[in-house]
Nanobody, 112 residues
Framework: QVQLVESGGGLVQTGGSLRLSCAAS????????VGWFRQAPGKEREFVAV????????SYADSVKGRFTISRDNTKNTVYLQMNSLKPEDTAVYYC?????WGQGTQVTVSS
């Protein structure tokens, strides 16, 4: 079983940056992808970015391309989401996911 713990959320002004972390414990990330998702109040959870643990290939939602970067550190069994040029519409709870496992989420709030 894998436990995922997100951290790094907070309050930032428009145009600011945050780096989210997703650390795995119990078992290491392996094989398939590790993804970031987000859910804003009153909206459905949506895909943000994913990284393939094996070959580090990445994919992004159109809304974050060019602003967000997903990366991994296999020595720390951690996936990061670097978020730059943040906008108020990026405000949401951000979750990481791997296989059937989800973290508890971390709140990101971007003030205008």
């Amino acid at each position: 079983q894998v436990q995922l713990v997100e951290s790094g959320g907070g309050l930032v002004q428009t145009g600011g940056s945050l780096r989210l972390s997703c650390a795995a414990s119990g078992r290491t990330f392996s094989g398939s992808g590790v993804g970031w998702f987000r859910q804003a109040p009153g909206k459905e959870r949506e895909f943000v970015a994913v990284i393939n643990w094996s070959d580090e290939s990445t994919s992004y939602a159109d809304s974050v391309k060019g602003r967000f970067t997903i990366s991994r550190d296999n020595t720390k069994n951690t996936v990061y989401l670097q978020m730059n040029s943040l906008k108020p519409e990026d405000t949401a709870v951000y979750y990481c996911a791997h296989r059937a496992y989800w973290g508890q989420g971390t709140q990101v709030t971007v003030s205008s």
